[in-house]
């Protein structure tokens, strides 16, 4: 159980263009999920909080008109990246808690690489 | 705030090495502890994970032990293989609703060769 699925897992796109990265908790309820970015040989950073039903919570520093959050359901949350240009290429990895468990664990997605050429 | 500081790597390793990665953490609370692992080119994985102190996570044949009075969840094992070779990061999260307040270490890489 517990299982997080991202969608695509890589997409190369031209410069200008917006790419949409779909994340999916398969077996289990998700109010929050998690968007995370990471660079080569580095840790996860935090872009922001999706909440169901509610607008999402951007760290500071994060473009909420660039990097657009969506979470229509309890079990979809989904980023575009709208006129992507290179320098977004990155890992980008969601999470998403599962309501029933007690503890506060994240079950992380394999990850989206996106390069924009 | 809450913060985690894990052993800086690379750490390169033969095979049936024993392993230790250091990983201390700063909380004002009672916070879990966990050890996730990233293979090349994948999402993180949880490896293992401790809810409170004295508690002891494992799985595949690696353990951490919470050390409150230490504030520490080092990440052992005793025979690596060259599978194990992954980064492997530590974090800790407490109780804050729908907060994400779930903290990471930089990552520590590990290679093992055969």
């Known amino acids: 159980g517990a299982v997080v699925s991202q969608h695509p897992s890589w997409v190369i796109c031209k410069s200008g263009t917006s790419v949409k990265i779909e994340c999916r908790s398969l077996?289990?309820?998700?109010?929050?999920m998690f968007w995370y970015r990471q660079f080569p040989k580095q840790s996860l950073m935090l872009m922001a909080t999706s909440n169901e039903g509610s607008k999402a919570t951007y760290e500071q520093g994060v473009e909420k008109d660039k990097f657009l959050i969506n979470h229509a359901s309890l079990t979809l949350s989904t980023l575009t990246v709208t006129s992507a240009h290179p320098e977004d290429s990155s890992f980008y990895i969601c999470?998403?808690?599962?309501?029933?468990?007690?503890?506060?664990?994240?079950?992380f997605g394999p990850g989206t690489r996106l390069t924009v050429l | 705030g809450n913060s985690v500081t894990q052993m800086e790597g690379p750490v390169t390793l033969s095979e049936e090495a024993f392993l230790t990665i250091n990983c201390t953490y700063t909380?004002?609370?009672?916070?879990?502890l966990f050890w996730y692992v990233q293979y090349p080119g994948e999402g993180l994985q949880l490896l293992l994970k401790?809810?409170?102190?004295?508690d002891k996570g494992s799985n595949k044949g690696f353990e951490a032990t919470y050390r409150k009075e230490t504030t520490s969840f080092h990440l052992e094992k005793g025979s690596v293989q060259v599978s194990d070779s992954a980064v492997y990061f530590c974090a800790l999260s407490e109780r804050s609703g729908n907060n994400n307040d779930m903290r990471f270490g930089a990552g520590t890489r590990l290679t093992v060769k055969p």
């Open positions: 401790a809810t409170k102190a004295d």
């Open positions: 909380a004002t609370g009672y916070p879990s």
């Open positions: 999470s998403a808690r599962d309501l029933q468990r007690a503890y506060n664990e994240q079950f």
């Open positions: 077996d289990f309820q998700a109010t929050t």
